[in-house]
């Protein structure tokens, strides 16, 4: 009778560690509360399952134990035993399933004003392209990141020499505007994770994939390699600061751009033409 008493505390000492763990998600900053709604519903089904199953064999060890004389009755099938299973089974898996499809198409359809971010996850670096003043991203090769061109934006792109970037340094988002999050790696497999946002994705070499998201609160945020990447991964740190639009806009006015970045990389002595020399708020 001992297995029965420790099934039965491991059944209802899993249910209190759940109901009263200190640990939880952290607090949400975007509009992904979907997700958190998904996982909840999950842990219910996984759990009810769980603590049935657990209590069930706890009963059958208890009910059929050992008793001299008692002979077992051999019943080599029950149709309507198996048909139950299957019928809960699917419906367990269907319940689980279809919350998560809901999301996956909010997940992977952008609003349409949303603006556009470009993460680029390097061993083991964060850097980022935001858009200039003509609001598109130029366009970005492998091949072409070199010393003076760590994104490798094509320089012959006019969409691109007015892009701002941002290499190793602070990210900044506006609060409560649609973002999407385009993903690029250069070297190997990274994951770009910002806990409080939920949302994350693989960034694969080769290819740009992308999220999105609305942020809805202001604050400072870790960002966070989820995928293994080498020595360096437990490392690969960033930060994104979600500002008011007010601090938003003075933050972006401040920052470079791709050809002022390309100026400050020329030999001394090499004239600067005075477009290039301007600030973004100045042109």
Request: proline share 7%; glycine share 8%; net charge negative.
């Amino acid at each position: 009778m001992a297995v029965v008493l420790v099934l039965v505390v491991i059944a209802v000492g899993s249910v209190l560690f759940h109901l009263l763990s200190p640990w939880w998600w952290t607090p949400i900053a975007s509009n992904w509360s979907y997700i958190d709604h998904t996982l909840v519903i999950t842990f219910w089904i996984t759990g009810v399952v769980f603590v049935a199953v657990v209590l069930f064999l706890a009963y059958c060890v208890w009910r059929f134990r050992h008793d001299p004389g008692r002979r077992a009755a051999y019943e080599p099938e029950n149709r309507r035993l198996e048909g139950g299973l299957a019928a809960g089974t699917a419906l367990g898996v269907v319940a689980m399933l279809a919350p998560g499809l809901f999301v996956w198409h909010q997940f992977i359809t952008v609003p349409p004003d949303a603006a556009q971010v470009e993460v680029v996850g390097q061993q083991w670096l964060w850097s980022f392209r935001l858009p200039g003043a003509d609001g598109k991203l130029g366009r970005a090769e492998t091949r072409d990141v070199s010393p003076d061109n760590a994104l490798g934006i094509d320089k012959a792109d006019a969409s691109g020499l007015d892009d701002i970037v941002i290499e190793g340094g602070e990210l900044h988002l506006p609060v409560g505007k649609p973002v999407k999050v385009l993903l690029r790696s250069i070297d190997v497999l990274h994951n770009f994770y910002v806990p409080e946002f939920r949302a994350k994705m693989d960034m694969i070499p080769g290819m740009v994939t992308y999220f999105w998201l609305t942020p809805t609160r202001t604050g400072t945020f870790d960002i966070l390699c989820a995928e293994l990447c080498g020595v360096g991964h437990s490392l690969m740190r960033g930060t994104v600061v979600v500002d008011s639009e007010a601090d938003y806009q003075t933050w972006l006015a401040e920052q470079p751009t791709f050809t002022q970045l390309q100026a400050q990389a020329e030999p001394v002595g090499t004239p600067v033409p005075a477009e290039i020399a301007q600030a973004p708020g100045e042109r």
